[in-house]
């Protein structure tokens, strides 16, 4: 079993591009998130889904899309990349739905928009 | 601005010696949990509190939660230089599924 995947893990981008990164998870949980983690920083929630078709703004969403079309998969749009996104993104996810269980965490995509 | 926030920043101890770690919080929470990463790597899950809970052990970890102060502590006992990594706090907020994190306490064990 993989766990939770992402794809791609390295991306460079030109300022104005757009790009999807895919998550997908092979643990049939409900949960799932996208996080963004800058240099020194911590996690930052950018969207979550607490179901297959539905999903949350997080902290910082401005400049994302998200898309959960079914269970296992959770992606993150970026329709028109700055530097600003320039970053590390993780992807996660939990069993059930709220209620004590840990999250399990992709290896990441380091994502750098110049 | 985020959750938790973690302090210290950073720690740096002798193996052998013990490390404490705090987060607080701002919002009514379900649980508490603490992670560790590793440099370049993704997060990985070490203990977690429930908030009608006070203290939890695992192994070398002890987590204390104090929800009237809204904050925990994590402390590893007779730490090892393996121990060396970035710990994060995280909370279930009661609303639901979101789960935030702090800004994280790296961790430097000497050997």
């Known amino acids: 079993n993989a766990g939770v995947t992402q794809t791609p893990k390295f991306q460079v981008l030109k300022t104005g591009q757009s790009m999807t990164l895919q998550c997908a998870q092979d643990?049939?949980?409900?949960?799932m998130y996208w996080y963004r983690q800058d240099p020194g920083m911590g996690l930052r929630l950018i969207y979550y889904?607490?179901?297959?078709?539905?999903?949350d703004k997080g902290e910082v969403p401005n400049g994302y899309n998200v898309s959960r079309l079914n269970k296992r998969e959770f992606s993150l749009r970026l329709e028109s990349a700055a530097p600003s996104q320039t970053s590390v993104y993780f992807c996660?996810?939990?069993?059930?739905?709220?209620?004590?269980?840990?999250?399990?965490f992709g290896q990441g995509t380091r994502l750098t928009v110049v | 601005s985020q959750q938790g926030e973690e302090d210290p920043q950073a720690l740096s101890i002798q193996e052998g010696e013990n490390a404490t770690m705090n987060c607080s919080y701002k919002t009514s929470i379900n649980n508490l949990q603490w992670y560790r990463q590793n440099s370049g790597r993704g997060l990985v899950h070490l203990i977690l509190i429930r908030s009608n809970e006070r203290e939890k052990h695992s192994g070398r970890l002890r987590v204390t939660l104090d929800t009237s102060k809204k904050s925990s502590s994590l402390l590893i006992t007779a730490s090892r230089a393996a121990d060396t990594a970035s710990y994060f706090c995280?909370?279930?907020?009661?609303?639901?599924?979101?789960?935030?994190f702090g800004e994280g306490t790296q961790l430097t064990v000497n050997p």
């Open positions: 889904s607490a179901s297959e078709g539905t999903t």
């Open positions: 995280a909370t279930e907020e009661t609303s639901g599924s979101r789960l935030t």
């Open positions: 643990m049939n949980h409900n949960s």
């Open positions: 996660a996810n939990r069993g059930g739905g709220a209620g004590d269980t840990e999250a399990f």
